[in-house]
Each structure stands twice: as structure tokens, then as C-alpha cells.
């Protein structure tokens, strides 16, 4: 007789978490897309920040240009700038000086009598600070307007104490200790120098502080606290404070300090050490073209940079059949030819030169500048006004400089309403749509997953339910058979 057979209607083993991950990575691809596009934006958003920070460097070297200053640079040497040293601000006028250094600008400085015990106090009272000038010293001594510092000091402050009081009080003196054989001393410096920034110290110890016309025996008898008045300090260890004093092609002149900032218009001359007696020291101060040389050079080098990225980003190589990062990119192209318009522009404001050209500053083949040195320097030798109004010229439209003309343009760019402003905002602008839309995929990935895994979970369910019912099926006919064999 005949038999039955089982179909095999259910499978055993559904791998259905492999099923659900190759399904949701297909529906995951999306993603690689918008991963690579945010890639190239923020590659992009680098780039743009590349060119501003160097249209801020072009801005900067078209500011030497337009300034007065970048056009009136001076050098300044010395025969021994040992003796002394000098420098000039720009457009200070050709000359040339003898300094003779007599004596230095010192700072007031003096010791107090040793005192004993080592450690102990000294009293109580009032210590009073003035600066001022010593005109006999120490007989005269003029106070300078203001108000004098009084440090209170107690009964128990050690010279330590006072010290660190005196440090503390901002009375334009310091104050350390030297310890030797004979005992502690109070050592108080000025910390200026000059006639004016000498100090006096005088006590109080309880009935008053002297004036001229009033004096009290306690605050000058060594005794106590005003064993620290100047009266009371060791003359051997004292430096009153003084001007330096010099001498310009044999007229005396002082300063308080040692450089002289306004003895010779424009010019700072510094009394390093004093010089030898009968060799004064020569000050020259004359034009430095290479002052303007450099401002030209620099604004030619951050121009190249600028033309040079931009060259690099808007590129299409046919050959490789690769483009640069903003080829096709309209806004990079249109900040190169406004770059470059600005540095072929023509001006009616540089008299015998009215293009970069004209003085020696040409464009190669690709848009960089490039600067014939000869005619440069044979330009400034012989119109140095020229060349200046070419670069600086500020009447207006076309009669504008051509580092007016870049300075204007790039401080246009690197406004807050500019071209890199505008530019960054909508790259970020697409950063944040691109964000947006990897949001959506994810949340899309997320619910298909859901609902598929609920479905292959209902699946496999029924499945396993199929395949015990096949096996049933089974065991029933092959009873089935047995009985009837």
C-alpha cells in the first residue's frame, strides 16, 4: 500500500536577528550620505575660516600701507650703544647728535643705625613716608604734592614687622633687613629714580610729628621708634636720589630717569653707562626704505596666500577628474575676482603711477603678484610720493590707493554682516539641515526596526508551531503505516 509522506512545512533555526540587522542596514544607507555631507560641509566651513584669517592678514599689511606711519620709517644707530642707545618714531626728520653721559638717574637709598637686640621691638608710634627732594641733604627736603603715608606701628612690631608694613603701604619705597655683626638694620630703596622720587622718614612717638616750627626732643633721640628717622640713618650707607645729567653736542640736559623721551624731538636716546670723558657718543637717525620695502613685500605675500588657496579650492583637474574642495562654489569665485579686481585696479591718485605695474608689482600666470625688485627700488629712489599716493592716496572712488581700495575690501568681508559672516551662517545653516535629516532617517531606521522585528518574532513564532504540528503529522502517519502494513 501506498504511504504517506511529510511536506516539511516549517523550518527549524530562523536566524531572524541577521535578518532584522541586514534589513535595517539597508535602511540605514541614507546615513552615509548625509555623514558625507556634513564631511564636506564642515571641510568647507575650515576652508572659508582659512581664507578669512588670511583676508585678515591681507587687511592688516594694507593698513602699513595706508598708514602715515608705514611710510615714514626711520633708522636710528649709535657709535657705542653701550654708552647709549637710541631709537625715533616714525617720520622724525633726518639728523644726527653727540650725547656725552656725565651720571646716572639713581634712586634713594639708605640704611638705619645698627640695631640691637637682633629680634626685639622698637616701639610704638607713627612712621611717616614722604617722597620728595632733598635740596641740601639732609637738611632740605621739599615734600612733593599729596598726601604723606603714616604706618601705626605697635608696641610689640619687630623690624621684621615694620619692614613688611612698610611693603605693604604702597609709599613708593621698599624696605628689606641686613643683619650683621653689629646688629639689624632697616635698608629702605625708592623705586624711582630722579631728584623728585627722594623719600624722608620721620616718627611720631606719641606727642606729634616735628614741623619746622615745632619739634619734639622724643622722635630725634635715638631712642625707640626714631632710631628709625632720617636723621637717625647711617650717612656712610646713604644714596640720595638724582637726575641723570648728560650732554647733547655740549648743551647739559637732565632726565629723571635714564632715558631722555623729549631732549630731541621724535628721538629717545638711553644713558646706558657714562661715557669716557672728551668721546661723546654719535646718534644718527635717518629714512628707512626698508621699512617700506618690508610693508610691500608682506602685503604682496598675504595677497599670493589668499590667490594661492583659493587657486588650490576651485580647481578641475580634466585629467584626474578631480575638483577642489569649492570648485564651482559661485561665492569663492566671486571673492577671488573681487580680489583681484581690487589689485589691478587703476588709480588717479599715484601721480606718475597709477598701477602696481608701474612700479614693478605684476600678476603671473594664475593670479599671484610678483615683484621685480629693480624697478620696485628704482621707483622708490626716485618717487618715493609717487608710490606712496599709489598705495595711500585717500581722495575718493578712483582716486583711492590700491591698499585703501584692499584694506576697504577686506574689512567689508570681515564685517558681521560681510561675505564670511553671510557664508559661515549658511554652511552652518546646511549643518543643521543635514542634521535634521540624519534625526528623520534615524527615526524611520528605529520604527522599521520595531516593526519588523515584531513581525519575524510572530513569524518564527508561528513557525516553531508549524514545525511541531509536522512533526505530529509525522508520528501520526507513520503509526499509520505500521497498522497497515
Not at 535578518?19 to 572659508?48: C, G, H, W
Not at 625715533?88 to 644726527?96: D, E, H, M, W
Not at 670723558?277 to 589668499?306: E, L, M
Not at 590700491?402 to 575690501?409: D, S
Amino acid at each position: 500500500m501506498a504511504t504517506i509522506s511529510s511536506p516539511g512545512v516549517g523550518t527549524n533555526g530562523l536566524d531572524v536577528k541577521s535578518i532584522i540587522s541586514q534589513l535595517v542596514a539597508l535602511e540605514k544607507r541614507p546615513l552615509d550620505t548625509l555623514k558625507l555631507q556634513a564631511a564636506t560641509v564642515n571641510t568647507k566651513i575650515s576652508a572659508f575660516g582659512q581664507i578669512k584669517s588670511l583676508v585678515s592678514t591681507l587687511q592688516d599689511a594694507a593698513s602699513k600701507l595706508t598708514s602715515v606711519t608705514g611710510w615714514n620709517g626711520v633708522t636710528t644707530t649709535s657709535s657705542d650703544s653701550k654708552y647709549v642707545s637710541a631709537s625715533a618714531v616714525g617720520g622724525t626728520l633726518p639728523t644726527s647728535f653727540s650725547v656725552e653721559i656725565q651720571s646716572m638717574a639713581k634712586a634713594q637709598a639708605t640704611a638705619s643705625a645698627a640695631l640691637l637686640p637682633v629680634g626685639g621691638a622698637l616701639g610704638a608710634g607713627t612712621l611717616r613716608l614722604e617722597l620728595g627732594k632733598w635740596s641740601v641733604a639732609p637738611a632740605s627736603f621739599t615734600p612733593q604734592s599729596g598726601q604723606p603715608v603714616d604706618i601705626t606701628i605697635s608696641a610689640g612690631d619687630k623690624l621684621s614687622d615694620i619692614a613688611s608694613k612698610i611693603n605693604g603701604a604702597n609709599a613708593g619705597v621698599t624696605a628689606s633687613i641686613l643683619t650683621d655683626a653689629s646688629g639689624e638694620r632697616l635698608l629702605l630703596t625708592g623705586k624711582g629714580t630722579g631728584e623728585m622720587a627722594g623719600y624722608r622718614v620721620s616718627v611720631n612717638e606719641g606727642a606729634g610729628f616735628d614741623t619746622g616750627v615745632q619739634s619734639f626732643a622724643e622722635n630725634s633721640d635715638g631712642v625707640g621708634l626714631s632710631r628709625l628717622a632720617t636723621a637717625q640713618m647711617d650717612v656712610a650707607a646713604t644714596t640720595m636720589a638724582a637726575d641723570a645729567r648728560a650732554k647733547v653736542n655740549g648743551i647739559s640736559v637732565t632726565s629723571a630717569t635714564n632715558s631722555f623721551a623729549t631732549t630731541i624731538s621724535g628721538v629717545t636716546f638711553k644713558a646706558e653707562q657714562v661715557t669716557e670723558v672728551g668721546k661723546p657718543i654719535s646718534i644718527t637717525v635717518a629714512k628707512d626704505d626698508s621699512a617700506v620695502r618690508s610693508n610691500i613685500d608682506a602685503f604682496v605675500k598675504a595677497y599670493n596666500a589668499i590667490n594661492d588657496l583659493l587657486q588650490e579650492a576651485t580647481k578641475y583637474d580634466p585629467k584626474t577628474k578631480s575638483a577642489g574642495l569649492l570648485q564651482g562654489d559661485s561665492t569663492a569665485i566671486t571673492l577671488q575676482n573681487s580680489l583681484r579686481s581690487a589689485v589691478q585696479s587703476v588709480t588717479t591718485g599715484g601721480g606718475a603711477f597709477q598701477r602696481l605695474a608701474d612700479i614693478g608689482i605684476s600678476q603671473a600666470l594664475g593670479g599671484n603678484l610678483v615683484v621685480d625688485s629693480a624697478k620696485l627700488g628704482k621707483a622708490l629712489a626716485d618717487s618715493p610720493d609717487a608710490v606712496k599716493g599709489l598705495f595711500r592716496n585717500t581722495g575718493g572712488g578712483a582716486a583711492d590707493g590700491i591698499a585703501v581700495q584692499v584694506k576697504a575690501l577686506a574689512t567689508n568681508l570681515l564685517s558681521n554682516s560681510g561675505f564670511f559672516k553671510s557664508k559661515d551662517d549658511n554652511l552652518q545653516l546646511s549643518l543643521k539641515r543635514i542634521s535634521q535629516d540624519q534625526s528623520r532617517v534615524n527615526d524611520k531606521v528605529d520604527a522599521f526596526e520595531k516593526r519588523i522585528t515584531q513581525r519575524y518574532n510572530a513569524l518564527d513564532k508561528q513557525l516553531s508551531s508549524l514545525n511541531g504540528l509536522n512533526a505530529y503529522v509525522a508520528q501520526q502517519v507513520t503509526a499509520w503505516n505500521k497498522s497497515n502494513g
